[in-house]
Nanobody, 119 residues
Framework: QVQLVESGGGLVQAGGSLGLSCAAS????????MGWYRQAPGKQRELVAV???????NYADSVKGRFTISRDNSKNTVSLQMNSLKSEDTAVYYC?????????????WGQGTQVTVSS
């Protein structure tokens, strides 16, 4: 089990920057992948960025070059730096932790944090 708590959301103007942070309740060293997802009103939740335990990253095409995901195993945190924000980035952002043990996958979610980009 792991509890996740996001912070850092808020209101920002288009073109601005915002940083999100996710704190885990236990060591994330053994967590296979941690990521950020978002869900805009009327839309499905979508992957924004993910980072594996080995440090590999993957980004949605819509945020490549603008967003950067990082993890700090010593602090049990994962962060998302968002630059050049656009109105279409407006959504609730969720932190995710995924553990894979053999054929069993567990997903853990934070409560979400609102990001609003004004045009």
């Amino acid at each position: 089990q792991v509890q996740l708590v996001e912070s850092g959301g808020g209101l920002v103007q288009a073109g601005g920057s915002l940083g999100l942070s996710c704190a885990a309740s236990r060591s994330i060293f053994s967590i296979n992948a941690m990521g950020w997802y978002r869900q805009a009103p009327g839309k499905q939740r979508e992957l924004v960025a993910v980072i594996t335990s080995g440090g590999s990253t993957n980004y949605a095409d819509s945020v490549k070059g603008r967003f950067t995901i990082s993890r700090d195993n010593s602090k049990n945190t994962v962060s998302l730096q968002m630059n050049s924000l656009k109105s279409e980035d407006t959504a609730v952002y969720y932190c995710n932790a995924r553990t894979i043990r053999g054929v069993v996958t567990h997903d853990y979610w934070g409560q979400g944090t609102q990001v609003t980009v004004s045009s």
